[in-house]
């Protein structure tokens, strides 16, 4: 996918909030847009399980998590998403190409991630009218027919210098892999990566490790007309 430089301009306004420990700051010696373009990393999310994906984001496990400043890779609908098969033959869902953080490619690795998302197992609650009143800055709890959930991820490194795209890949028994890729072409799992994580979580359970809802207490950022 080619990034145009005005895109790149855009990109730049809001780097600090998608920052990881792993990207060069701005400012920094040899800084330049080209670099800058090289190091430009999209993110793609590929969905294995039964469940709905909500609001993915991500960040260097070195770090404090806050959701509002994480770089951000998308959600996983069943009725919205790009759809695909396996070289087994076996359906998957995925969102490709979200955009953007700055990634140095440079530092060996690999890199550990921690990644945070939100498992809707239940679109009717969600969106029916429990779901409406529902005030995720209000509460610690998840919404009706949610769960968080929470996992560290290893992504193997380094990063290919012509990869573009951190996959993020959600497998059946609450496996999260991390993989490198390029932002033209949707790369999944093979059938048999899939297979090996293909046992399902106990009835009930939705992840590894589920958390609190991680946007209670954070304001929300005042509307702009």
């Not at 993110?43 to 070195?62: E, G, M, Q, R, V």
């Not at 991630?113 to 005030?135: A, M, Q």
């Not at 497998?171 to 046992?199: E, N, R």
Request: hydrophobic share 40%; charged share 20%.
């Amino acid at each position: 996918m080619e990034i145009t430089m005005k895109f790149i301009a855009v990109i730049l306004s809001f780097t600090i909030a998608l920052l990881l420990t792993a990207c060069k700051p701005q400012g920094s010696p040899g800084d330049s847009a080209a670099e800058t373009l090289a190091n430009t990393m999209t993110t793609s999310s590929y969905n294995y399980t039964t469940h709905n994906l909500y609001d993915i984001s991500f960040k260097d496990a070195t770090l404090p998590f806050n959701v509002a400043d994480a770089a951000r890779a998308g959600s996983v609908f069943f009725r919205n998403s790009s759809r695909a098969l396996l070289d087994g033959g076996e359906q998957y869902r995925f969102a490709f190409a979200d955009c953007c953080f700055i990634w140095d490619k440079h530092l060996p690795a690999p890199t550990k991630l921690r990644v945070v998302w939100n498992v809707v197992y239940d679109l009717d609650l969600f969106e029916g009218e429990s779901g409406k009143h529902y005030d995720d800055r209000a509460s610690k709890e998840p919404a009706p027919g949610t769960r968080w959930c929470s996992a560290m991820v290893e992504v193997p490194g380094p990063a290919p210098v012509t990869a573009d795209n951190l996959s993020l890949h959600f497998l059946p028994d609450g496996t999260v892999i991390g993989s490198y890729g390029k932002a033209s072409a949707p790369a999944p799992l093979s059938s048999a990566q899939v297979l090996a994580h293909a046992a399902p979580m106990p009835k009930g359970q939705y992840c590894k490790q589920e958390i609190t809802n991680p946007w209670f207490g954070i304001p929300r950022a005042p509307h702009k007309e």
